[in-house]
């Protein structure tokens, strides 16, 4: 229990640490963002208000485009177009990489057109002791590769690298090599488990 209220104020201190730089953006400073929560057999499943993607994205200094939806909800590709994100983030609920939108490879969906995809700003949830989209023992690490992604120059200072290693050092015993970290940001398509 010793250990678990120390992952608890960390993770407190590091929302307080990320909230104080980002409530005092103004609409305009925040790029709009997508979570795709689920994609697969032609179906997409959007991160709306009510949800985890909601608190990710405003935390971290960003717009959710699809706050006007509730839960997990279905989109497709014209109000995709519409939305038109700046960034655009895939779950580990979900089989997709990043470089399947690049490379427009998934049939019946055009992604060439969308702004995140032109603008090389697509990414995948980062992987560690579960998936870092819901609630887990890795969620401050979570909210401040977020953060970083979202806001980099706000949060240039944040070494997210080392960030990862002291905390799963100091919270699970495990000494991560370069390699490991490296892992952890490009999980593997299986890890969808889909």
Same mark, same amino acid.
């Given at each position: 229990?010793?250990?678990?209220?120390?992952?608890?104020?960390?993770?407190?201190?590091?929302? #307080?640490?990320?909230?104080?730089?980002?409530?005092?953006?103004?609409?305009?400073?925040?790029?709009?963002?997508?979570? $795709?929560?689920?994609?697969?057999?032609?179906?997409?499943? #959007?991160?709306?208000?009510?949800?985890?993607?909601?608190?990710?994205?405003?935390?971290?200094?960003?717009?959710? !485009? +699809?706050?006007?939806?509730?839960?997990? +909800?279905?989109?497709?590709?014209?109000?995709?177009?519409?939305?038109?994100?700046?960034?655009?983030?895939?779950?580990?609920?979900?089989?997709?990489?990043?470089?399947?939108?690049?490379?427009?490879?998934?049939? =019946?969906?055009?992604?060439?057109?969308?702004?995140?995809?032109?603008? =090389?700003?697509?990414?995948?949830?980062? $992987?560690?002791?579960?998936?870092?989209?819901?609630?887990?023992?890795?969620?401050?690490?979570?909210?401040?590769?977020?953060?970083?992604?979202?806001?980099?120059?706000?949060? +240039?200072? !944040?070494?997210?690298?080392?960030?990862?290693?002291?905390?799963?050092?100091?919270?699970?015993? +495990?000494?991560?090599?370069?390699?490991?970290?490296?892992?952890?940001?490009?999980?593997?398509?299986?890890?969808?488990?889909?």
């Amino acid at each position: 229990s010793d250990k678990a209220n120390e992952m608890i104020n960390y993770g407190r201190n590091v929302e #307080a640490s990320v909230l104080e730089k980002t409530r005092t953006l103004n609409d305009d400073e925040k790029p709009r963002v997508l979570i $795709l929560f689920n994609y697969g057999n032609g179906t997409i499943t #959007a991160s709306g208000s009510k949800f985890f993607g909601q608190y990710w994205i405003e935390s971290a200094g960003g717009i959710n !485009v +699809a706050s006007e939806l509730s839960g997990q +909800a279905e989109i497709n590709m014209e109000q995709i177009y519409e939305w038109n994100p700046d960034m655009i983030f895939i779950t580990n609920f979900s089989a997709v990489l990043p470089e399947d939108l690049y490379n427009n490879a998934i049939d =019946g969906h055009d992604w060439s057109q969308v702004k995140a995809v032109q603008d =090389g700003q697509v990414y995948k949830f980062p $992987l560690g002791m579960y998936r870092w989209f819901p609630p887990s023992s890795d969620t401050p690490l979570t909210l401040m590769w977020l953060a970083k992604t979202i806001q980099p120059e706000l949060f +240039a200072d !944040v070494a997210m690298n080392e960030e990862i290693k002291n905390y799963f050092w100091q919270y699970y015993n +495990a000494k991560l090599t370069d390699e490991d970290v490296e892992t952890i940001y490009h999980p593997a398509r299986e890890a969808a488990g889909n």
